[in-house]
T-cell receptor, first 114, second 114 residues
Framework: DVKVTQSSRYLVKRTGEKVFLECVQD?????MFWYRQDPGLGLRLIYF???????EKGDIPEGYSVSREKKERFSLILESASTNQTSMYLC?????????????FGDGTRLSIL | DAKTTQPPSMDCAEGRAANLPCNHS???????VYWYRQIHSQGPQYIIH???NNETNEMASLIITEDRKSSTLILPHATLRDTAVYYC???????????????FGTGTRLQVTL
């Protein structure tokens, strides 16, 4: 079974802090994604990566950055956390760029910025 | 990606089969049908996907009509743990650019009862 592991289920941080969200997958997937999910807004793509050291902006990259130094790990960084970044953050991975194989999600990190 | 239509809610008695319909009348020839579910406060869980043939795995069966304009997800023996929001997604097997993002509609809220 595919396993996508996010480092924290719940996280509380303060405005202005630098926040790191970690995601690890164990299936040698090429693609990794970061989404946020908010009530009424559905899933929104923040960043994604097709390969090590490669990243592309999604629909809402402002205020975020990412790092992919190893194939299995994709980190999301909130450079200076703000209250409007309070959300559920979801990491996903999928096998390859042009493949019908699905995206698999982690359990999510519910982040609160005070 | 083709638009999908699902009923907002359904009930099912525990132990009975749950049949969740999805209409995707504008589906194109190379778009796949994917099903996910999301249990409250957890990440989305991949269930099954298919192109035109019926598919079955350990979780569910997917029945796609011959014209591919609709499909049905079947949970053969629903349990209380199957209570969740179920999402039907139609998309191309392309993970390039922001086309790689998943977009969930409003889904069907399945309530399994004793």
């Amino acid at each position: 079974d595919v396993k996508v592991t996010q480092s924290s289920r719940y996280l509380v941080k303060r405005t202005g802090e630098k926040v790191f969200l970690e995601c690890v997958q164990d299936m040698d997937h090429e693609n990794m994604f970061w989404y946020r999910q908010d009530p009424g807004l559905g899933l929104r793509l923040i960043y994604f990566s097709y390969d090590v050291k490669m990243k592309e902006k999604g629909d809402i990259p402002e205020g975020y950055s990412v790092s992919r130094e190893k194939k299995e790990r994709f980190s999301l960084i909130l450079e200076s956390a703000s209250t409007n970044q309070t959300s559920m953050y979801l990491c996903a991975s999928s096998l390859a760029r042009n493949s019908n194989q699905p995206q698999h999600f982690g359990d999510g990190t519910r982040l609160s910025i005070l | 990606d083709a638009k999908t239509t699902q009923p907002p809610s359904m009930d099912c008695a525990e132990g009975r089969a749950a049949n969740l319909p999805c209409n995707h009348s504008t589906i194109s020839g190379n778009e796949y049908v994917y099903w996910y579910r999301q249990i409250h406060s957890q990440g989305p869980q991949y269930i099954i996907h298919g192109l035109k043939n019926n598919e079955t795995n350990e979780m569910a069966s997917l029945i796609i009509t011959e014209d591919r304009k609709s499909s049905t997800l079947i949970l053969p023996h629903a349990t209380l743990r199957d209570t969740a929001v179920y999402y039907c997604i139609v998309r191309l097997p392309i993970n390039t650019g922001t086309a790689s993002k998943l977009t969930f509609g409003t889904g069907t809220r399945l309530q399994v009862t004793l």
